[in-house]
């Protein structure tokens, strides 16, 4: 983890108080939470943008074709879906 900085943080008064009974909660401090809270974003948002990277080099008829190969082995009888 880097050097920490500070940021002073406008919430409404509404979210603060909701968002220090959840850290109460879960046994943290408010600044344990948010800090939680902005990393949990910025994961989900990169790997949105990771995959929409990949989606755009994808090659769907490479894909296909990689699928309907011939060859390999059935699937075990513990491996097929029930019906």
Not at 22 to 30: H, M, N
Request: charged fraction near 20%; glycine fraction near 8%; avoid cysteine.
């Amino acid at each position: 983890m880097g050097t920490p900085s500070n940021y002073a943080l406008r919430l409404p008064a509404s979210l603060k108080q909701g968002a220090e009974q959840v850290a109460r909660e879960d046994g943290t401090t408010l600044n344990q939470f948010i800090v939680s809270a902005v990393a949990e974003k910025l994961s989900a948002m990169k790997t949105a943008q990771y995959f929409s990277e990949r989606a755009q080099r994808g090659d769907l008829q490479a894909a296909l074709a990689f699928l309907s190969r011939p060859g390999g082995q059935p699937p075990a009888d513990d491996d097929r879906l029930p019906g």
